[in-house]
């Protein structure tokens, strides 16, 4: 069945520790020992900071790079909008994001922490996308083109694909039980009642829909 929108998975946090572990463990077979993790925010965050723990590393820095904007939208090229945090020095830096798709946001981020006078630089990706322009030293595991729906962004993802199902039905209400149906037919995505009735009350606090809730998701005027 063709799609209505992008193709996504909703990934939980086994999913995420699964592949962090398969990447800390082709670090470790490598016989390079980072001193130094750099997490790309937003998205790397939760990656490095689990690569701190099973590469024993103290030295957590950050850089900001944006990117993609809304949910599977991109938003003109990459950009550094906050660089480097730390002092990386003479150290062997590892820099980590959560997926390479297009590859822009490693590449930058990889180039910005070689020009601050690091020992070696390596990169690392839960995910990397087959046909990326950038290939991590070490990743997770290799798969076909989808939005990967992060525990981390659960909320703001199926925030911006219940307001997209919203605008292609070109509705300003619906049920629970039409909106099931939309999310199978644009993104494949299957969910919980309660996963879909805490996505409504975040929607309510958002602003996005009709707050206090009633039986149908009412979107705001
Ligand atoms: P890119 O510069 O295209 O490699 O991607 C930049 C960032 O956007 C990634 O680090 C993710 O946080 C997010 N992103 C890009 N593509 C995807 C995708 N297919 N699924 C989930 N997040 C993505």
Same mark, same amino acid.
């Given at each position: ?51 701190? /723990?099973?590469? %024993?590393?103290?030295? &957590?820095?950050?850089?900001? !790079?944006?990117?993609? +904007?809304?949910?599977? *939208? ?12 730390? /002092?990386?020095? %003479?150290?062997?830096? &590892?820099?980590?994001?959560? !997926?390479?798709?297009? +590859?822009?946001?490693? *590449? ?50 199926l925030t911006s694909l219940i307001t997209k199902i919203f ?12 909106l099931?149906?939309h999310l ?15 996505i409504?009350?975040?929607m309510?606090?958002?602003?996005t829909i ?7 998701w009412?979107?705001?005027?």
């Open positions: 069945m063709e799609l209505k929108g992008p193709l996504c998975y909703v990934l939980d946090f086994d999913d995420i520790y699964n592949y962090a572990y398969q990447t800390a463990i082709k670090v470790k077979r490598s016989e390079w020992r980072p001193d130094a993790i750099v997490g790309i925010a937003r998205g790397g965050w939760v990656h490095a900071r689990i690569q701190c /723990d099973l590469l %024993g590393v103290k030295d &957590l820095f950050s850089v900001k !790079i944006d990117h993609w +904007g809304v949910t599977a *939208t991109k938003d003109g090229k990459a950009k550094l909008t906050c660089p480097l945090t730390g /002092d990386v020095v %003479g150290k062997r830096v &590892l820099v980590i994001d959560d !997926i390479t798709d297009t +590859g822009e946001s490693l *590449t930058m981020a990889v180039d910005h922490v070689k020009s601050c006078g690091p020992a070696d630089v390596k990169s690392a990706a839960l995910m990397h996308i087959a046909g990326s322009k950038f290939t991590p030293d070490y990743y997770g595991v290799e798969v076909a083109w989808a939005w990967e729906i992060w525990p981390w962004n659960f909320y703001e993802d605008q292609g039905e070109k509705v300003k209400e619906m049920s629970t039980m039409e099931k149906k199978r037919e644009y993104n494949n995505i299957v969910l919980s009642d309660d996963q879909l009735s805490k409504k009350a975040h309510g606090f958002l602003g009709e707050y206090p809730l009633d039986k149908a009412r979107l705001k005027e």
